[in-house]
């Protein structure tokens, strides 16, 4: 997660290991006051477009990359982090675009059995991300590499 003048954003996966800011506690509490924002958000927009609260109000299809990060930090899933020589440092989540979509993957470290949890811990992130709406595909690529597709229901 990064905290500065533009506001919060939740991890994305690929920044570096928190440095000086905020700390455990405060971060948890931006990650709880920005799910509330949202669900804020989901309460104003959806009904004046006919949709229920429980699918990603305009905002969110606007910038499914912080929102579905954003959902997964605020389901307490870890996102992954990179080191300063750009080597990944822990073992988590990492949320990206690719061709239009967002990509959910669990990466790791060398060693850090994160290919041996991929499966489990994306089934985590699936159900967190359906829980608040989202349409989401799990996938099987070489070398058994998995990762899941989000995208907001039509």
């Known amino acids: 997660m990064t905290d500065s003048a533009e506001g919060f954003r939740a991890a994305t996966g690929d920044e570096h290991p928190s440095g000086p800011g905020l700390g455990a506690e405060e ?60 080597r990944r440092t822990a073992a988590g989540y990492r949320v990206s675009h690719v061709d239009g979509v967002v990509r959910v993957e669990w990466l790791g470290p060398p060693g850090s059995r994160a290919a041996y949890e991929q499966h489990e811990q994306l089934q985590r992130c699936s159900r967190a991300l359906q829980d608040l709406g989202w349409q989401v595909l799990e996938y099987r690529g070489a070398r058994r590499h998995r990762w899941l597709e989000v995208e907001p229901p039509p």
């Open 27 to 86: 971060r948890a509490a931006a990650v709880r006051q920005a799910m509330d924002g949202l669900w804020q958000i989901r309460k104003v927009m959806n009904p004046a477009d006919g949709r229920p609260v429980s699918v990603p109000a305009e905002w969110e299809r606007r910038q499914p990359l912080r929102a579905v990060a954003l959902t997964l930090a605020a389901a307490g899933i870890p996102a992954s982090a990179l080191g300063p020589d750009g």
